[in-house]
């Protein structure tokens, strides 16, 4: 079955960085389009980045443009979200989604940005 496990968040100070990974299984990752979002507390979930199947095109929200990297690695079957220059607003669970069979999340995790 459709599987998505991400990994890699934690507790950084403003102005750090942090690397999250979400690892796929149960269907042809090199196929999908990939998004990485968010949810901070009391508040809807957000879009954060998309990235499409190959790697070739990339798009992300504007509250992360130019800090947040998403990246794939087809061979590995996992997608990756670089996160520099992290701000207190930037907490939040990141969840990884593929469109996949209706759409699939995976579990979430945390990351939590404070000095």
């Known amino acids: 079955q459709v599987q998505l496990v991400e990994s890699g968040g934690g507790l950084v100070q403003p102005g750090g960085s942090l690397r999250l990974s979400c690892a796929a299984s149960?269907?042809?990752?090199?196929?999908?389009?990939m998004s990485w979002y968010r949810q901070a507390p009391g508040k809807e979930r957000e879009w954060v980045a998309d990235?499409?199947?190959?790697?070739?095109?990339?798009t992300y929200a504007d509250s992360v443009k130019g800090r947040f990297t998403i990246s794939r690695d087809n061979a590995k079957n996992t997608v990756y979200l670089q996160m520099n220059s992290l701000k207190p607003e930037d907490t939040a669970v990141y969840y990884c989604?593929?469109?996949?069979?209706?759409?699939?999340w995976g579990q979430g995790t945390q990351v939590t940005v404070s000095s």
């Open positions: 990235i499409s199947s190959a790697g070739g095109t990339t």
């Open positions: 989604y593929c469109k996949i069979a209706g759409g699939r």
């Open positions: 149960g269907f042809t990752f090199s196929s999908y389009a």
